[in-house]
């Protein structure tokens, strides 16, 4: 009989790694109840099976941009059909193990300590873990990594990135203190392109037609090399800042960007690196503009960043939704509320209706659909009935297919308040959708396994609930854009506590290890033929 396991507990992050192939090992602590009358008793049960990430486990992340992606959500997964064999795998608290020592089932020294590396804690006291057995967790040092790539190369690029560090810091201070609306990046445009001419990249500015984009470019060796493309985000939010980290996304990509160009000309490899600088992430999908523009043509991959709160040394790899905005227009007539309102057609009640029938519509959508909007209005007064009424709406779904189709539905409900209330309507798409996120799995597994060396823990999850524009970037060409976790204990993305965290040294700190990680990647990227072709394969498969 088929047991139905819920609400993943505890996962051993120790070394979690999407696999490189179909199978791998992967041992999940899962919390469970078993029904004795009316009561349940709760109890720890290890199971360890061959799968991916996706069969195995779902996850939750909190509303914000990427914030809080280390909380797990409530899902059910049906327990595997075959269990790892040769070994029985148990964890116990402190007290448990004591208890098996005396009455001599086990071995106290002959148990491996696992620490939940997340605070997962039950009541008041976190479980400490064990596993029984010889084994200890694996050892990850930088002597370890010719299985990643090559040795040298990363001493180079660490030895470059900490030499750039404390510039990084000073640049990353000051686009947070000036923070800049989408499509007004000029202070972060000016000091960013002028940054990089004086590290030996032939720059563009305003590029493409985008006032604030940008292009820093270096070529080496012979012609016809690959190209690796880089990402550097630079908006601020209203009212609020630097409450989504984008400046420590700009600085990431520059460093990424000159680590890569001097580790080619330390070790003589060919290749071409290409640092973007996007603008209006934050709605505006600059990203998709310059993609349409050509801005990606050349590129064969391409990496960035994203912060978020989490774990200390901790980064994930995510999905993100797809998105569509939405612009609704009524046009009515005025008339005097009072006196005449019969004469009136009332834009306003166009908008409550349509706001009405959507929210109606809500109980037939998916859990993993989003459907917000909000009303505005101009010149209203409670004795005028209103002429004009616009509302502004935001779509998301798991994948842009899903978004097509709920979008189809929403259209239906502003058409038909239109016509319930006689008044025109003008709905308008305002840019184009965010794709959801296709994060390539060798370049995230390879991006894990380096930034393992440096003490910190990647996890891969598969849902999300922010969107991004990169996710258009990720369905042209094999893409990755890991999260990492920065301190804020009072707020997640798009708050003002985020906005401090991401001034704070430790995030930056955080931000130069996974910077580290991504000119890694990148590098194996244009060294390695054989990695190149099984990035590109993954990606084929993907589409």
Request: hydrophobic share 40%; charged share 20%.
């Amino acid at each position: 009989m088929s047991r139905h396991w819920t609400y993943p507990y505890i996962v051993l992050i120790t070394n979690i790694r999407r696999p490189r192939t179909t199978g791998c090992s992967l041992i999940s602590f899962t919390r469970h109840c078993d029904r004795v009358g009316s009561e349940f008793i709760p109890s720890l049960i290890s199971f360890a099976f061959a799968s991916t990430p996706r069969d195995t486990m779902k996850h939750k992340m909190q509303i914000g941009c990427f914030s809080s992606f280390t909380e797990w959500g409530r899902q059910s997964i049906k327990r595997p059909n075959s269990m790892v064999p040769g070994k029985t795998l148990r964890p116990v608290s402190s007290a448990q193990l004591e208890g098996l020592a005396e009455s001599g089932e086990i071995d106290p020294s002959s148990c491996t300590h696992y620490g939940s590396s997340c605070d997962f804690s039950i009541g008041a006291k976190s479980l400490e873990m064990w596993r029984e057995g010889p084994e200890k967790p694996p050892s990850y040092t930088t002597a370890a990594l010719t299985d990643i790539s090559r040795h040298d190369v990363m001493k180079t690029i660490e030895k470059k990135i900490d030499e750039l560090d404390p510039e990084l810091r000073k640049l990353s201070v000051q686009i947070h203190d000036n923070p800049e609306l989408l499509f007004q990046e000029r202070l972060a445009h000016d000091i960013l392109t002028a940054f990089m001419e004086t590290h030996g990249f032939a720059v563009t500015r305003h590029y493409l037609g985008l006032e604030t984009a940008w292009r820093a470019e270096f070529t080496t060796g012979k012609s016809g090399r690959r190209v690796l493309g880089i990402n550097s985000e630079m908006d601020a939010l209203p009212g609020i800042g630097h409450a989504c980290g984008h400046n420590l996304i700009a600085v990431s990509g520059v460093g990424v960007a000159i680590a890569v160009k001097v580790a080619l000309q330390t070790h003589g490899i060919s290749g071409k690196v290409v640092l973007l600088g996007t603008p209006g992430e934050e709605g505006g999908g600059g990203k998709i503009i310059l993609l349409d523009r050509g801005g990606y043509k050349d590129m064969d991959a391409c990496l960035m960043c994203h912060p978020a709160t989490g774990s200390l040394n901790s980064a994930t790899i995510c999905s993100s939704l797809a998105m569509q905005s939405i612009s609704v227009e009524y046009f009515g007539q005025t008339a005097h509320a009072a006196a005449a309102p019969w004469e009136g057609i009332n834009a306003l009640d166009a908008a409550f209706l349509a706001y009405s029938s959507i929210s109606v519509l809500r109980q037939q959508i998916k859990p993993d659909h989003r459907v917000h909007g909000i009303v505005e209005g101009k010149n209203w007064a409670p004795n005028v009935i209103p002429d004009y009424a616009k509302m502004r709406w935001i779509i998301r779904a798991p994948t842009w297919s899903e978004v097509v189709t709920l979008r189809d539905r929403l259209k239906a409900c502003f058409e038909a308040a239109a016509h319930a209330t006689s008044c025109k309507t003008k709905i308008s798409f305002d840019v184009d959708g965010y794709y959801d996120l296709r994060q390539n799995g060798i370049l995230a597994q390879e991006f894990a396994d380096v930034v393992q060396s440096f003490g910190t823990t990647t996890m891969f999850m598969e849902d999300a609930i922010a969107s991004t524009d990169f996710g258009n970037v990720s369905y042209e060409l094999p893409s990755i854009h890991p999260v990492f976790a920065i301190p804020s204990t009072n707020g997640g993305n798009h708050t003002p506590a985020f906005a401090d965290a991401a001034r704070t040294l430790e995030a930056h700190k955080a931000c130069m290890t996974i910077t580290k990680g991504l000119a890694m990647t990148g590098f194996r990227l244009l060294d390695d033929d054989a990695f190149f072709k099984r990035v590109k394969d993954a990606f084929e498969l993907s589409g």
